[in-house]
């Protein structure tokens, strides 16, 4: 066999093997490139240890606060690099994919705009911050193929300084809510009701096409709240079927996520909080679209809870957080994106 004739061979298995890639793994970045080094590592770890073809979509979604020595761009260049070393040495597809976004477009566009880049069978979402455990593909994968089910469901490490603190057991609780074994009907009741499972989107392997009929259902929105709830909803309305296993598959790192603390002193940060309003008015609208019998009364009932304690959430932040001089603008602006007589309901409560 000639040098040459080799060298087409390889193109052309390397060709197949991009054809099937066995997972798509979706990361949005924003303002968080000095921990996206450890994020990709957990991932090449658990390439490493499964047998898998693997694509890696990183998406951009216009960081702001990176200098020279951390664009994400120059971060993935290594990544890339990587990525082709351990292909040639495993002879398996280990894709790594970089888009960037020349403005913000918020968390729920960005998973989009990554899941559109996807050429997996399943998807599985990581946030940029997080980190997944050696086992993670492999224990996944070998779920849904053994149960054929729409959705695989492990369970979460939490990372955090304190983990005797409230919130380390508060969200170690809610992480770790999953259901063990299968689920083969009324997905919406066990999310929305029975509360069988967490609705955090990472953790979890999905069939693309599900994720994909999910996302028909939301319009594009620009939204950095409640955009886990408004994706579940829809992937737990599309899919009929659910898998829990006792493997843990991931690492969440609770200390590095957007503090409620903080004080908010102008009114784009204002907006950006209330704009979790725009979720619960997207749902509605879909739900209206959509034949008579598609929710009961009880699970919409469930949802304008969740969208009340939603606003509950914002109006404490805002109280909490915001400036003297803002607060009537912040009451203000609560009006505009919640509706007034909502907004005065629980308002003087809190």
């Not at 939301?218 to 909803?233: G, N």
């Not at 803002?326 to 007034?340: H, K, S």
């Amino acid at each position: 066999m000639t040098a040459v004739t080799k060298l087409i061979r390889q193109s052309l298995i390397f060709l197949h093997m991009k054809k099937n890639i066995n997972i798509s793994i979706l990361i949005p970045v924003f303002n968080t490139e000095p921990l996206l080094k450890n994020c990709f590592d957990s991932i090449k770890q658990s390439f490493l240890l499964s047998e898998l073809n693997v694509q890696v979509v990183i998406i951009n979604d216009a960081s702001t606060k990176t200098d020279d020595n951390n664009k994400c761009k120059k971060i993935v260049k290594v990544f890339k690099k990587e990525a082709k070393q351990l292909e040639r040495q495993n002879k398996r597809c280990f894709l790594i994919d970089y888009a960037e976004h020349y403005t913000n477009k918020g968390l729920l566009e960005t998973r989009r705009d990554a899941l559109f880049l996807a050429q997996g069978d399943y998807i599985l979402i990581v946030d940029s911050d997080d980190t997944i455990t050696p086992n993670c593909l492999t224990d996944l994968y070998n779920a849904a193929i053994k149960s054929g089910c729409d959705v695989i469901h492990g369970k979460t490490n939490i990372i955090a300084n304190d983990l005797s603190s409230n919130a380390a057991i508060i969200k170690g609780k809610r992480a770790n809510l999953v259901h063990s074994g299968a689920i083969n009907e009324n997905l919406l009741n066990s999310f929305l009701i029975k509360k069988d499972f967490n609705g955090f989107v990472w953790g979890k392997l999905y069939k693309k096409e599900i994720v994909l009929r999910a996302f028909d259902h939301i319009p594009p929105m620009y939204c950095t709240v409640q955009e886990d709830f408004i994706t579940s909803l829809w992937i737990f309305f599309t899919a009929k079927s659910y898998y829990g296993i006792d493997s843990t598959v991931y690492n969440y790192n609770i200390e590095t996520g957007i503090s409620s603390k903080n004080q908010v002193t102008d009114i784009s940060q204002i907006e950006k909080i209330c704009s979790a309003a725009g979720v619960f008015t997207a749902i509605y609208s879909e739900i209206e679209s959509l034949p008579q019998d598609s929710f009961t009364s009880e699970q919409i009932q469930k949802i304008q809870i969740v969208s009340a304690n939603c606003l509950i959430n914002n109006i404490k932040q805002l109280k909490a957080s915001v400036t003297p001089e803002l607060q009537q603008t912040a009451y203000e602006i609560l009006c505009d994106y919640w509706g007034q007589n909502f907004v005065d309901k629980f308002y003087k409560e809190f």
